[in-house]
């Protein structure tokens, strides 16, 4: 999966690269050190999104975790009464 991030950033950092430089009528390789900029911040990009999104998953089942819990006390529990 990094690999697969790491690659499909690459290639959004360079295709944005591409794109702002067509929109300005400029040749698309007009500044190559442009490319390899835009190419590296977008791997970086790809690979904390992905990150973030493992981090927020791992989130989400300790708050479940916890509602599920929580959930359990309050209907199950006949100590109360």
Same mark, same amino acid.
């Given at each position: 999966?990094?690999?697969? &991030?790491?690659? /499909?950033? &690459?290639?959004?950092?360079?295709?944005?690269?591409?794109?702002?430089? &067509?929109?300005?009528?400029?040749?698309?390789?007009?500044?190559? @050190?442009?490319? *390899?900029l835009?190419?590296? +911040?977008? /791997?970086?990009?790809?690979n904390?999104? *992905?990150? @973030?999104?493992?981090?927020?998953?791992?989130?989400?089942?300790?708050? +479940?975790?916890? &509602?599920?819990?929580a959930?359990?006390?309050?209907?199950f529990?006949?100590d109360?009464d």
């Amino acid at each position: 999966m990094p690999l697969s &991030a790491t690659v /499909a950033g &690459a290639l959004l950092g360079l295709g944005t690269q591409m794109y702002s430089n &067509a929109l300005r009528k400029l040749p698309y390789m007009r500044h190559p @050190w442009e490319h *390899v900029l835009g190419m590296g +911040l977008g /791997a970086v990009f790809t690979n904390q999104l *992905v990150k @973030w999104d493992a981090q927020l998953k791992e989130d989400l089942d300790k708050m +479940l975790e916890k &509602a599920k819990a929580a959930n359990e006390r309050r209907y199950f529990d006949e100590d109360d009464d």
